[in-house]
């Protein structure tokens, strides 16, 4: 494994270790909504330095600030130790200022050496000069140590690949600092390893990284010092050898982690049924399955990825058309219904289901918070029916759920991750449903509000409802399931109760099949 | 080089089906009819594509920048009936002057106000048509003897229409393929949000793009003129629909940043060759009007789309 050179542009070096970048008080509005707040934030010269926090924290709104995306509000930022006015993302890198966005901003049509050179092409002769950007692309990449055809078209490389001509593009204009925004997020275990060698001989040439983050994993393998933001503000600035994984955790959700899933429910054998699944198969050549999730209770399908538990949890939802097998649901008043294999008739029984590409199959992205939960509302009514909306409980629901957000008004595709989650189990709740199927509970929503949908799924269970779940995540089945039922090439494998199960236990029959043992060997 | 030019995300559109359509269908005409394989009739097809690719290279500047102009029609038509109408000495100078102005304010309607390009195009097609009608309600009226030259003179014992033909083609390949500012347009064409974040501005060449297509709607207009002596304000009647026809062909893909000069070359002489053809074997004209119809929507379901831009 070859070491980058250093990239040291300017052979004095002097600044090594100075300040390179101040936020004092910055502050950035969008409309009403503050983003951040008085801001003030110092980074160093030959320093990597994360930028942390949960979704929504701001962090973001930061660097695009510094990239010259956004303009702040108020407040100045020094380049330097000089105060610069960033007026565009063109002002911004003629600064000296690189940003790496998470989505690439490469043209897919244009070559390499076209996307390096992209608004400051060379001429000669007043036309594009393509040998003069070629050789020069070369340059860059041997000085990067990346093996690039100039001449590829940028559409035709992989992720990692594009974001090297993204650094690279940095490389070329001499810049000085250099915003990563969440890098790893496409990148694979030896693609990082390359980013890292980067990243750390861009510090070792004595510039200034802000690597934008909230993997704890990368931020104390790359990272020297470390800023956190918190809703909008800078909560803190540490030396990355000073914290500690559950520090930085606590700094950032403002809690410790043994509060991060609720209490568990206490579900006796005999509860009532809610849902009583009977040999269902939901697609073709999959086996039949049997369960029965009662009330009070919330009952996790997990396995490893793509053994057919999401295909269960949608023929129960009426999403897909199972073989055959029934669905019984068990209302609160004791009558029982075979559930016909449509979303409409589940959702009428009262079912509601979650699922896990909320921003295609759940939400009406343009449309105000107030309407897609009052679609909820509307739900047994007729389609000639008046649409109104009850908005004294529709302001409660959304207390409840503490969804933050400028008003009921609001577009749900300006919120965050989180807050879009709640809104969707929030129309669930507007409808009056008894049953929640939901996918991936807490898919790309922040550790802050992850722990308050928890919450909110257990208090739905705990108030006589009940809760089917899939998620990737085994720390949520373990926390939040008070039931785990192991889905292995379609058969449900092992069951096990959620207050004693492991991530080894779920892992051992999740790969070989083996129905669950309590302290293993005890139990024989 | 050849595996480059077939590149899925190669931005000169050109795919086998563009190489391959006007030449089957030279070798089919040339067996079926009789009078096609013959230099009076190969020059007649190229005096009547000479004004549709001037136009059709008018229209692949706006493409590639992800629109669409249906006013060059009613500009070439506008061309013709000022021709006729106004003093010869400042009758190119005002039909330039109209064609920028025209340019601009569809710019401006796409650029800065956010209108559709189709609609924004149509609705000034329908306008610089009333304009037209008004001017010259009728055919008719004398073209100067010196506008005329432009297209009956010969220079080297060679056809005018070659000389219209190689200038066009020179200036808009030059603008395209060597200059920043085409480097640029097919930046914006494939995602205007990136190119703007690489520095790349996007409201001026966009205007530039459209003024650019209707001063080429001007240059074909002053050729056509010239060429039927004679003036006529619904003369460009079919120009918007057949250059868009044209280029679809030719492999531009109509949501931007993809398609090239030899594209649309192939694409107006597969249309041109497709006109010539049914003409030849005595097919009726509107007959012929529908069969442009199915070829516009049978390019553009052969585009490939989702692979850049969009």
Known sequence: MTDPGTLDHHASGSSAGGEMVRFEGVTKRFGANVALKDVSLVGHAGSVHAVTGENGAGKSTLMNLLAGVHQPSAGTIYLHGKPVVLAGPRAAQQAGISTVYQELTLLPNLTVAENLYLGREPRRLGMVDRSAMRREARSVF??????????????????????????????????????????????????????ERLIMSLKRGGNLVFYISHRLDEIFRFCDTISVMKDGSHVATQPASELTRDTLVSLMVGRSLDRFFPHRGTVRPEAPLAIDVRGLVPVAGAPAVTFALRRGEILGL????????????????GQIAPVSGEVVHHAKDGTSTGLAPSPVAVARTGIGFVPEDRKSEGLFLPLAIER??????????????????DRPRLTGLLESMNVRATGPQQEVQALSGGNQQKVLIGRWLAAGVDILLVEEPTRGVDVGAKSEIYTLLRAFADDGGAVLMTSSELSEHIGLCDRILVVREGRLVAEMPGAVATEETIMTSALTGAPFRAHAGAAA | MIGRLFSRTSRSGIGIITIALPL?????????????????????????????????????????????????????SLTSAIIVTFDPAIVVPLAIAAGCVLGTVNGIGVAI???HPLVMTLATATFVQGLTLLVSPVPGGVVAPAIEALAHG???GLQPSLFWCAGAILLCW????????GLRLYALGANPRNASLNGVKVVGPIITCYVLCSLSAVAAGIFLTARVST??????????????????????????????????????????????????????????????????LGAVSLQRRKTIGV
């Open chain 1, 142 to 195: 041997a000085r990067i140590e990346v093996d690039l055809d100039p001449d590829a078209h940028c559409g035709d490389l992989t992720i990692a690949q594009q974001q090297m001509v993204e650094i690279a593009k940095g490389v070329a204009v001499d810049a000085r600092v250099f915003i990563f925004d969440e890098p790893t997020a496409a990148l694979n275990g030896p693609e990082i390893e390359k980013l």
């Open chain 1, 372 to 389: 897609n939960i009052g679609i909820g509302m509307m739900r047994r009514s007729s389609i000639w029916s008046r649409a109104r909306i």
């Open chain 2, 231 to 296: 003036g006529d304000p619904t003369i460009g009647a079919a120009f918007g629909l057949d250059s868009i026809t044209a280029i679809a062909l030719g492999g531009v893909q109509l949501s931007g940043g993809v398609g090239s000069v030899p594209g649309v070359i192939l694409g107006v002489v597969t249309l041109g060759l497709a006109t010539n053809g049914m003409n030849l074997l005595g097919v009726s004209p509107f007959l012929r009007m529908a069969a442009t119809g199915l070829l516009l």
């Open chain 2, 174 to 181: 030059l603008l395209l393929s060597r200059s920043a500012f």
């Open chain 2, 154 to 156: 010969r220079l080297f």
């Open chain 2, 113 to 115: 106000f956010g209108v």
């Open chain 1, 302 to 317: 997990t396995g490893l990825e793509g053994q057919g538990q999401r295909e269960i949890i949608r023929a129960v939802a």
């Open chain 2, 24 to 76: 089957s269908m030279f070798v089919i005409l040339s067996f079926t009819a009789s009078s096609f394989f013959t230099a009076q009739n190969l020059g007649n097809v190229g005096n009547q594509i000479t004004a549709l690719l001037i136009v059709s290279l008018g229209q692949l500047i706006v493409a590639i920048s992800g629109g669409v102009d249906l006013s060059v029609g009613s500009m070439l």
